[in-house]
């Protein structure tokens, strides 16, 4: 809806973890729409998790402000999130897992949710099984069920992806665009995703955000113009440009970070 307050405001956000110390990220504005796909990409260090875990009420803004709806984040209840290492509780069955996260439901409604969830990632077989049993794609699929499950119209994804394999990674991207865009109540769904991938990024998102390391800014913001086309989007033709946009930023940020293994290397990479 042009014009319409977007649902998660960044309104010249700094965040220092000490008081008086230096900022995390310095002076973010910006918005981001209903049912938008942002993908939040940059270096090490730059605040990518940081900016998740203020959208998630997890943290509060040293200056500016940080609204969803118009009101400071609810932790816990306005967005779900999905993290790179499931963070699954071992001593659960994989059904056990979601049913804690529902606390709120009644015993039937919990059943039906989990059954429901479960069979929408493609679960239902291994409902009862530990986490341990499952693959590391598998485990990744429970831990967004969960999150799905709890029927936020914000979810937050941190490099949930990082530590699967290059097959499962691809596959898992395809369903995350499936799943995750509405609410099973029909609602569109926002997601933040963070990742250090240009093409993960290029895939699933929307529109790009870039941020500078130390402290946190925004370096670029992009409108990925293939987003929700059908087809592979690797073979549009202005998915190499966009790619070399990003990776020449990428590349200078990296090169140019006393912190980093590559600084100084200049021309030589
Ligand atoms: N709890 C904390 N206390 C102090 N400093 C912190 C804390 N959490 C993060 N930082 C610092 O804030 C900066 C941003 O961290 P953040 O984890 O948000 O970066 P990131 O982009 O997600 O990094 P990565 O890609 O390595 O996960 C880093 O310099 C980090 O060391």
């Known amino acids: 809806m042009p014009g319409a307050a977007p649902h998660i405001l960044f309104d010249k956000v700094s965040l220092a973890f000490q008081p008086g110390g230096p900022p995390a990220i310095q002076d973010i504005s910006l918005g981001v729409d209903r049912g938008e796909v942002l993908v939040v990409l940059g270096p090490s260090g730059c605040g990518k998790t940081t900016l998740l875990r203020l959208i998630a009420g997890l943290l509060r803004p040293s200056a500016g402000r940080v609204l969803v709806e118009g009101s400071p984040p609810r932790a816990g209840e306005d967005s779900a999130l999905v993290f790179q290492n499931f963070r699954l509780l071992p001593w659960k069955t994989v059904a056990g897992n979601l049913a804690f996260a529902l606390p709120h439901l009644d015993p039937d409604q919990r059943a039906a949710r989990v059954a429901h969830f479960l069979s929408v990632v493609g679960l239902s077989r291994v409902a009862r099984a530990f986490p341990r049993a499952l693959s590391g794609g598998m485990q990744q699929r429970v831990a967004l069920a969960r999150a799905l499950a709890a029927e936020t119209d914000i979810l937050l994804m941190d490099e949930p992806f990082a530590s699967l394999d290059a097959q499962s990674r691809e596959l898992m991207q395809g369903e995350?665009?499936?799943?995750?865009?509405?609410?099973?109540?029909?609602?569109?769904?926002?997601?933040?995703?963070?990742?250090?991938?240009?093409?993960?990024?290029?895939?699933?998102?929307?529109?790009?955000?870039?941020?500078?390391?130390?402290?946190?800014?925004?370096?670029?913001?992009?409108?990925?113009?293939?987003?929700?086309?059908?087809?592979?989007p690797r073979l549009q033709p202005q998915f190499a440009a966009l790619r070399e946009r990003l990776w020449d930023q990428l590349r200078q940020m990296v090169l140019s970070d006393p912190q980093s293994d590559f600084y100084g290397r200049g021309q030589a990479l």
């Open 176 to 232: 995350i665009l499936k799943l995750s865009r509405v609410t099973h109540e029909g609602r569109p769904r926002t997601v933040v995703f963070v990742t250090h991938s240009v093409d993960e990024a290029l895939v699933l998102g929307d529109r790009v955000l870039l941020m500078s390391p130390r402290p946190g800014r925004v370096a670029d913001l992009l409108t990925v113009p293939f987003a929700r086309q059908p087809g592979d």
